[in-house]
């Protein structure tokens, strides 16, 4: 069993709508948890992080830690065809800040 | 752009062959780590090294082998290739322990390895 657990996608949402995005994870150890978002042939970069549980709020992007229920969620509201990417869930850092991640959901929004 | 440099960015070969991947981390970083992304398996941690040091090994095949030099750029070395190594390995840099966000990496735009 993968450590950070991931629905791959694709999910198509017509621009304006609200994304949801869900993580599951195993190991409780860790106190940060991560959003990476990877364009096209990019590499990843981070787009936000919560320590602990509760809620992030960023603009349109609203990060949730549930560490009762192992869960990590993303929202995106007023979704943009900008916002097309793959989300991909972090946990960690390890003491060398070694991070586990998802396999990464790709987002498609459509005009 | 990440400051994180990363070469080649495309690379073609032959099933049993030897690649050398290449990265410059960000100025100042002194641990790099390797991943593997493939549409399979997601992004898997292979390999980290710390000022010269390997510090954590992940999901790294014995025909792969890292090393980080005095320099602190690093380079990834694949041999003996399959078809099942094609895919994109991605260098990330960061600053353990201070600056930033927590557990912030900064990624290279990867190195896309294409086995024939």
């Known amino acids: 069993q993968k450590e950070v657990e991931q629905d791959p996608g694709p999910l198509s949402v017509p621009e304006g709508a609200i994304v949801s995005l869900n993580c599951t994870y195993s190991?409780?150890?860790?106190?940060?948890f991560m959003w990476y978002r990877q364009y096209s042939r990019k590499g990843p970069e981070l787009l936000m992080y919560?320590?602990?549980?509760g809620n992030k709020e960023d603009g349109r992007f609203t990060a949730q830690v549930d560490k009762s229920s192992k869960y990590i969620s993303l929202f995106i509201r007023d979704s943009q065809p900008s916002d097309s990417a793959t989300y991909l869930c972090?946990?960690?850092?390890?003491?060398?800040?070694?991070?586990?991640f998802g396999a990464g959901t790709q987002v498609v929004v459509t005009p | 752009d990440s400051g994180v440099t990363q070469t080649p960015k495309h690379l073609i070969t032959a099933t049993g062959q030897r690649v050398t991947l290449r990265c410059s981390p960000r100025?100042?970083?002194?641990?790099v780590y390797w991943y593997q992304q493939s549409l399979d398996q997601g992004l898997q941690f292979l390999i980290q090294?710390?000022?010269?040091?390997?510090?954590a090994k992940g999901n790294i095949l014995e025909r792969f082998s890292a090393q980080q030099f005095p320099d602190l750029h690093s380079e990834l070395n694949l041999s003996s290739l399959e078809l099942g190594d094609s895919a994109l390995y991605f260098c990330?840099?960061?600053?353990?322990?201070?600056?930033?966000?927590?557990?912030?990496?900064?990624f290279g735009e990867g190195s896309r390895l294409t086995v024939l």
């Open positions: 990330a840099s960061s600053v353990v322990g201070s600056g930033g966000a927590p557990g912030e990496l900064f």
């Open positions: 190991n409780s150890a860790f106190q940060y």
């Open positions: 919560t320590y602990s549980s």
């Open positions: 972090a946990q960690g850092p390890d003491s060398w800040g070694k991070l586990q």
């Open positions: 100025s100042g970083d002194l641990s």
């Open positions: 090294y710390y000022n010269g040091e390997e510090r």
